[in-house]
């Protein structure tokens, strides 16, 4: 795609990847991506902002031919999606400065093994004149990763946020068109990199307040003409009360323990309470960290396999403790065949969920009537606990 004007002084460029399916070799994209840079030409200095997927070079260089001068290229986050193509562009441009972050610094040399004599490195809040306009840097950290800043253009109260209210979607859409999908794919991203971090970003909301905003321009996805869309959304996100919601992800592998999920999620329904399933050896884990948002109660159901949870129902576990969800509410349902130590082998994975243990419901081979009665109670004590904290 070519260059496109956002404003007067400030084209979008980078690459639209329509085809990439996996991100970190691990994150689903069922949209695809876009990797954001942004040209900004000002009275006396031109400006690149982040760069592209070092596979899509070739399209940001092609972009960039006719401009002959780039006095800095910023590099608000390390991580190589928006970095990988910023020694391409240094080399084009010998004169041009590197700016990042204190931090960042050092993890652009250990990544991309970038000469120390091209950078420059900013520090919170400095401003940088760039003739008749001026750029603000602000450390927004761990949204997902240290080092990050986002970028303020002051005339223009555009904020460049990199990651930060990104999503994933290839696109032809400059801006916001359709926030109902906006709001699905930012959900999305938030929940795989950033909920981990929620308290930490809570800061920067607070610290982005002071500025006023006309644009986000995120490194991933369209650009924000309503910002308070996605302010909004992530305000929930980050400060909200978990939701009167049950996550239940599982793994079967005889039907029994399906058996229990069809009894549980029936017995929640029934009481008031929204339940997302998750069957385990299908599911795409991107939806299943959004409903890790907002779910109060997490229910992992798996047989027992080996001695333990089954291998799923462990990475379930493995990464619900890495995403450090909301949720206030934990447990475990299954069948097993003899034994084994599938409850100590799960809370064993799970030390980063602050969470009240319900009793577990474990039964030998298919569920009888007792257990289901006992899956009952569980469904009685997940609405009442829901209802005492006025989860809805
Ligand atoms: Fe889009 Fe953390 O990189």
Redesign the pocket.
């Given at each position: 795609m070519e260059p496109r004007r956002i404003t007067d002084s400030v084209q979008w460029m980078g690459a639209v990847d329509w085809d990439r399916r996996l991100f970190d070799s691990l994150i689903p994209l069922p949209d695809g991506t876009s990797?954001n840079a942004y040209f900004i030409k000002a009275s006396e200095k031109n400006v690149l902002l982040d760069s592209a997927d070092p596979a899509m070079s070739t399209v940001l260089l092609s972009q960039l031919e006719g401009i002959d001068r780039i006095d800095y290229v910023i590099s608000q986050?390390a991580?190589q999606?928006?970095s990988g193509s910023i020694p391409a562009v240094l080399s084009k441009y010998p004169a041009a400065k590197l700016i990042s972050s204190v931090k960042a610094k050092s993890m652009l040399t250990d990544l991309l093994r970038i000469p120390e004599d091209r950078f420059v490195t900013v520090e919170d809040g400095e401003t940088l004149s760039l003739g008749n306009q001026t750029l603000k840097f602000i450390y927004t950290p761990w949204v997902?990763?240290p080092e990050?800043m986002a970028t303020y253009l002051q005339e223009e109260k555009i904020l460049f946020s990199?990651?930060f209210f990104?999503s994933h979607i290839a696109t032809s859409d400059l801006f916001v068109t359709d926030e109902g999908r906006v709001y699905e794919a930012a959900k999305r991203y938030y929940a795989e990199?950033m909920m981990p971090f929620r308290n930490i970003i809570k800061k920067n909301l607070d610290k982005l307040s002071a500025f006023e905003l006309d644009i986000i321009a995120p490194?991933?996805g369209s650009i924000h003409k309503r910002p308070a869309f996605i302010l909004d959304a992530y305000h929930d996100w980050v400060r909200g009360n978990p939701k009167n919601m049950v996550v239940l992800p599982y793994v079967s592998m005889h039907a029994s323990t399906k058996l229990m999920v069809d009894r549980l999620l029936n017995s929640l329904v029934n009481r008031g309470v929204r339940v997302e399933q998750f069957n385990l050896a299908v599911t795409d884990i991107g939806k299943l960290a959004m409903a890790l948002v907002d779910a109060a109660t997490i229910i992992v159901g798996t047989p027992t396999v080996l001695a333990g949870p089954h291998p799923l129902a462990a990475y379930a576990a493995f990464l619900t403790n890495a995403l450090r969800p909301k949720a206030e509410f934990l447990s475990i349902i299954g069948s097993y065949g003899w034994g084994g130590k599938t409850v100590e082998v799960l809370a064993g994975m799970t030390p980063n969920l602050k969470v009240q243990v319900l009793d577990p419901v474990l039964c030998k081979g298919l569920p009888s009537a007792t257990d289901y009665q006992a899956l009952d109670n569980l469904a009685d004590t997940i609405a009442s606990l829901h209802k005492e904290k006025g989860f809805n």
């Amino acid at each position: 795609m070519e260059p496109r004007r956002i404003t007067d002084s400030v084209q979008w460029m980078g690459a639209v990847d329509w085809d990439r399916r996996l991100f970190d070799s691990l994150i689903p994209l069922p949209d695809g991506t876009s990797y954001n840079a942004y040209f900004i030409k000002a009275s006396e200095k031109n400006v690149l902002l982040d760069s592209a997927d070092p596979a899509m070079s070739t399209v940001l260089l092609s972009q960039l031919e006719g401009i002959d001068r780039i006095d800095y290229v910023i590099s608000q986050h390390a991580e190589q999606d928006h970095s990988g193509s910023i020694p391409a562009v240094l080399s084009k441009y010998p004169a041009a400065k590197l700016i990042s972050s204190v931090k960042a610094k050092s993890m652009l040399t250990d990544l991309l093994r970038i000469p120390e004599d091209r950078f420059v490195t900013v520090e919170d809040g400095e401003t940088l004149s760039l003739g008749n306009q001026t750029l603000k840097f602000i450390y927004t950290p761990w949204v997902h990763w240290p080092e990050t800043m986002a970028t303020y253009l002051q005339e223009e109260k555009i904020l460049f946020s990199c990651d930060f209210f990104g999503s994933h979607i290839a696109t032809s859409d400059l801006f916001v068109t359709d926030e109902g999908r906006v709001y699905e794919a930012a959900k999305r991203y938030y929940a795989e990199i950033m909920m981990p971090f929620r308290n930490i970003i809570k800061k920067n909301l607070d610290k982005l307040s002071a500025f006023e905003l006309d644009i986000i321009a995120p490194s991933h996805g369209s650009i924000h003409k309503r910002p308070a869309f996605i302010l909004d959304a992530y305000h929930d996100w980050v400060r909200g009360n978990p939701k009167n919601m049950v996550v239940l992800p599982y793994v079967s592998m005889h039907a029994s323990t399906k058996l229990m999920v069809d009894r549980l999620l029936n017995s929640l329904v029934n009481r008031g309470v929204r339940v997302e399933q998750f069957n385990l050896a299908v599911t795409d884990i991107g939806k299943l960290a959004m409903a890790l948002v907002d779910a109060a109660t997490i229910i992992v159901g798996t047989p027992t396999v080996l001695a333990g949870p089954h291998p799923l129902a462990a990475y379930a576990a493995f990464l619900t403790n890495a995403l450090r969800p909301k949720a206030e509410f934990l447990s475990i349902i299954g069948s097993y065949g003899w034994g084994g130590k599938t409850v100590e082998v799960l809370a064993g994975m799970t030390p980063n969920l602050k969470v009240q243990v319900l009793d577990p419901v474990l039964c030998k081979g298919l569920p009888s009537a007792t257990d289901y009665q006992a899956l009952d109670n569980l469904a009685d004590t997940i609405a009442s606990l829901h209802k005492e904290k006025g989860f809805n």
